[in-house]
């Protein structure tokens, strides 16, 4: 590698080492507000924090920058919720930090490796020389989203091209699945990468194999709910099809498991996983099942609570090493060495098997410390004197407490032999320790001839824990008892993943097992079912970090606290959407009812596609008054109205365009004044019921054709059309006309409904037009012919039935087809063979349960068409496309008033240019109503 700031060779630290160099340069970084001489877990959150800065390609001089614009204010950064101090005092330790490792020659992890080749190879040529006669051909970056800044800079070195040749990359990633940003991870990344290789190509994969429709289905419910999403700001679609080959029986969904308290949801839980079980009887394989939880604490104690009920779990991570009662007693006798006046720790080995100090006289040594300002272990010395121990009350008299004779020997026993271990702390290691204590015991001997499961999973983590402390030691010179125990205490709380920590050692051989991890750990991995432990309001979303040391966000500073939180809320609804997407057959929320303690997370609600009552009350007292103001806005902005030929115009400046579609031109052209009350002015307004009715049957028929499997399952559909109705309307209750029709109409399309090899159905596209960007969907693109290709669009509704002419009408300016037209020329740059408007015939809506003929219901048609659309008709399409755009740019909105449009038009009772029906019933405000 070279030279490291004049040192011929690096060292890197393993874990336990870099713990050892921290604490011995404890007064080079001496902190007022951290210290770390005494306290392992600051010099652990210490050494977190700037790696973490590292990881996010902050060097010591943007630290430094950062901390300045600080200091000074202003409106540059927003300093909300910003402790100034803490920043300088962190800023000056990082750049200590950074001088102290290129002084001695060090590395700390992969980390400062990266720093020195990308330094290395932005300063040596001889490097870059070396670089090239290696250069590779073709990288592979797998798991793009979980990539930080530091790693894609080196990535971008090795792609440089060299003599004309491009080094080819393929990036493989779910933007939808970046959740490590404690490790430097954002999922910008997709953008950045766009931005270094401009010519890169995106390819989505949209189809799934893994999970039944359902989930999959919830999964895109929930993550459409971010806005900062790849496929949002680049125009294509990741909408996803399942193509899972799961068979229909023991096929669960996505499920909500509600309880009242924690002790009835561990026993619902416990019942799901019999009946999975079950229900699998017979199979070669038994279902594979997976617990998923929050964090490493969560783990330990949903173990507990499973394994009370006799099931059977297989956990991941270090956690459970310190769950075992026999690692859990050595970690207490440990503790009561290095820290004596511990109260916890000497507690604990009182009270355990080995010493089984009386409870009654446990409870009255209690006492005698609270009361005596005493610590534990002094109090216990006073008990194995034999004598009343004395203590002072508040008003001055003395109280004695007397103990029994098992109680006086036990505590004998305990004081001499803690006193004569801790005179070996400075002569033996910490393993030789441990096993000397449990021999003396016979918990060794026992141990080596196990009589139950229990105890030879215990004798595991036994050889586990001493192996642990023998690789600590090997690889520190300072193989002190308090240092081990400060590491091991660490590993303890963070629960993390050990290099030599073989977990499969703790697997159980049982057919019926439970995997039991964090969501973070099981990213990789997927399960027949899946169950989300704790699911509840404060625990997905979790926005306040835990710990005093917090990473400064730089891509957010500046912004608002709520951007701040909403871009926190997004990455956790992305580790919830991660958690679903684990599951085949059936995914499992468990959470509190509403209103207890354990209230359900929004996610959840997301997820299931149903708002909850109060959200719907709360947004319809927005949505009121929203429009109560946009009216009165309105109202203002009428007051400066021109005429023009005898009709009303608008003047707005200053709209800025960002993105169209079809119905926003269309509005334009028909009457600019609608598109301006819609568009510019955001006047709220009523969806009809039918157009409500209808957004339900295309939605539905949309997702049939892309998933054809739905169409065999009417259930399935019928239950998304509930679903999709109580969202619409609140209720499943009204309505209930049009709602059999739709449930007719659907069973009907369902039943006839054959899919086409040669299609594609529900195509997005997106391209750019005078710096606007142009969106929309293709319904159906037949390629039946090999060079030519069919566009045809679906247009539904419920407001009356439409019936399939014999033969459709021929159209050469019909709006609609010549605009899906010129989008296929410009994004495909290629001629459609044909454009056509298709309809489907639905069921009349009746009042009652008359028969009507069904063989017609449900069938697709075409309606008009435009064959072989000429180079001239789609230059005449862009003329008035771009017309369009000049209009909107402009300001200018004049109102086109005719009995058709305005009749249609939501915004009739208050516009004042509204056609004039010589009819007493016509809703009319012209301008005298106005005044008034």
């Not at 029986?249 to 079950?278: M, P, T, Y």
């Not at 449900?858 to 659309?869: F, H």
Request: charged share 30%; glycine share 4%; net charge negative.
């Amino acid at each position: 590698m070279g030279k490291y700031n004049g040192e011929d060779s690096v060292r890197p630290l393993s874990n336990s080492q870099q713990m050892s160099w921290i604490r011995k340069h404890s007064n080079d970084l001496h902190s007022n507000q951290f210290s770390i001489k005494s306290n392992a877990k600051n010099a652990h959150l210490l050494l977190e924090y700037f790696i973490s800065l590292e990881n996010c390609n902050i060097s010591p001089l943007k630290y430094s920058n950062f901390v300045e614009k600080l200091v000074k204010g202003g409106n540059e950064i927003n300093t909300e919720e910003i402790d100034v101090g803490v920043h300088m005092e962190l800023s000056k330790l990082y750049s200590k930090f950074v001088e102290l490792k290129k002084e001695q020659g060090i590395m700390f992890d992969w980390t400062d490796q990266m720093l020195q080749i990308i330094k290395v190879l932005d300063e040596s040529k001889d490097a870059i020389d070396s670089l090239d006669q290696f250069r590779y051909s073709s990288v592979l970056i797998d798991d793009l989203q979980d990539m930080n800044l530091l790693q894609f800079e080196l990535i971008k070195r090795f792609a440089k091209p060299k003599d004309g040749r491009k080094v080819q990359i393929l990036g493989v990633g779910d933007d939808d699945k970046s959740i490590f940003s404690y490790n430097g991870a954002d999922s910008s990344i997709f953008e950045e990468f766009l931005r270094e290789f401009p010519e890169s190509q995106v390819i989505s994969l949209r189809e799934n194999h893994r999970s039944v429709p359902d989930i999959v289905e919830g999964a895109r419910r929930l993550i459409a709910n971010n806005r900062e999403r790849f496929e949002l700001t680049n125009g294509f679609s990741k909408h996803m099809k399942s193509t899972s080959e799961v068979e229909n029986s023991n096929i669960e969904g996505v499920k909500h498991i509600q309880f009242l308290n924690e002790r009835e949801g561990d026993d619902q839980i416990s019942e799901k996983i019999e009946e999975i079980w079950k229900s699998h009887e017979g199979e070669e394989e038994s279902p594979s099942i997976a617990v998923l939880a929050r964090s490493n604490s969560e783990v330990a104690d949903v173990r507990r609570r499973l394994m009370q009920r006799g099931i059977r779990v297989q956990q991941t991570g270090t956690q459970k090493l310190f769950d075992s009662s026999i690692v859990s007693l050595s970690m207490s006798f440990l503790n009561c060495l290095v820290h004596p006046t511990e109260f916890r720790d000497l507690y604990q080995l009182l009270s355990s098997r080995i010493y089984k100090f009386p409870a009654e006289d446990l409870a009255r040594l209690t006492e005698v410390h609270l009361n005596s300002k005493n610590s534990l272990r002094n109090a216990l010395k006073s008990v194995s004197s034999g004598s009343p121990v004395p203590y002072s009350l508040s008003s001055g008299q003395i109280k004695t407490v007397e103990f029994s004779s098992k109680a006086t020997e036990i505590a004998r026993n305990v004081v001499e032999e803690l006193e004569n271990f801790e005179d070996q702390v400075t002569r033996q290691s910490t393993s030789q320790i441990i096993f000397e204590f449990l021999s003396s015991r016979n918990i060794i001997e026992n141990l080596k001839h196990p009589d139950s499961l229990e105890e030879e999973e215990e004798g595991n983590s036994l050889a586990k824990l001493l192996e642990l402390i023998d690789s600590f030691e090997k690889q520190n010179r300072e193989s002190l008892v308090p240092l081990v125990v400060s590491h091991l205490k660490y590993l303890q709380e963070q629960g993390q993943e050990l290099s030599n920590f073989n977990e499969e050692d703790f697997a159980l051989n049982s057919l019926h097992q439970v995997r039991l991890s964090t969501v973070h750990r099981a990213r990789a991995e997927e399960y027949d079912y899946v169950f989300l432990i704790d699911a509840s309001s404060n625990n997905y979303p979790t926005i306040v970090k835990k710990g005093p040391i917090q990473i400064p966000n730089f891509s957010v500073f500046g912004k608002t606290a709520e951007k701040k939180n909403s871009k926190l809320i997004e990455e956790e609804r992305r580790l919830v959407y991660t958690a679903l997407t684990r599951a085949r057959r059936g995914f499992f929320f468990v959470s509190g009812k509403p209103g207890s303690p354990y209230h359900p997370s929004r996610f959840i609600n997301e997820t299931l596609g149903i708002p909850s009552l109060p959200t719907l009350k709360k947004q319809k007292k927005s949505e009121i008054m929203e429009e109560e103001n946009s009216i009165q806005k309105a109202s203002e902005v009428l007051k400066n109205k021109e005429t023009s030929e005898g009709n009303y115009t608008l003047k707005v400046p200053g709209h800025r365009l960002n993105e169209l579609n079809f119905p926003k031109i269309a509005s334009v052209l028909n009457c600019p004044l609608q598109f301006c009350y819609e568009n510019v002015l955001k006047i709220p307004s009523q969806e009809s019921k039918e157009s409500s009715v209808g957004s339900i049957l295309s939605s539905i028929v949309s997702d049939i054709r892309r998933d054809p499997s739905l169409s065999k399952n009417l259930e399935s559909v019928e239950w998304k059309m509930e679903e999709m109705w109580q969202k619409k309307f609140g209720s499943a209750d009204l309505y209930l006309a049009e709602k059999e029709a739709l449930r007719k109409t659907l069973r009907e399309f369902s039943s006839k409904f054959e899919p086409e090899s040669t299609s594609v159905y529900s195509e997005r596209f997106s391209f750019d037009l005078e710096g606007i960007k142009i969106n929309g969907e293709w319904d159906h693109l037949d390629k039946r012919n090999k060079d030519e290709v069919e566009i045809k669009q679906l247009g539904l509704s419920l407001k009356k039935s439409k019936k399939i002419p014999k033969r459709a009408r021929k159209e050469r300016d019909n709006l609609e087809l010549g605009w899906h037209a010129w989008a296929f020329w410009k994004d495909k740059n290629d001629l459609a063979a044909k454009v056509v408007q298709e309809t489907m015939e639905v069921a009349p809506i009746v009042e009652s349960n008359t028969q009507n003929d069904n063989s017609q219901i449900g069938r697709v048609g075409t309606v008009v068409e435009m064959k072989d659309p000429t180079p001239e008709e789609i230059k005449s399409v862009d003329l008035w496309v771009k017309s369009a755009i000049e209009r909107m740019r402009s300001g200018v909105y004049p109102a086109t008033p005719s009995y058709k449009i305005c009749q249609m038009c939501s915004f009739q009772s208050i516009c004042p240019a509204s056609f004039k029906k010589n009819s007493p019933s016509s809703l009319v405000i012209d301008e005298r109503n106005m005044k008034e």
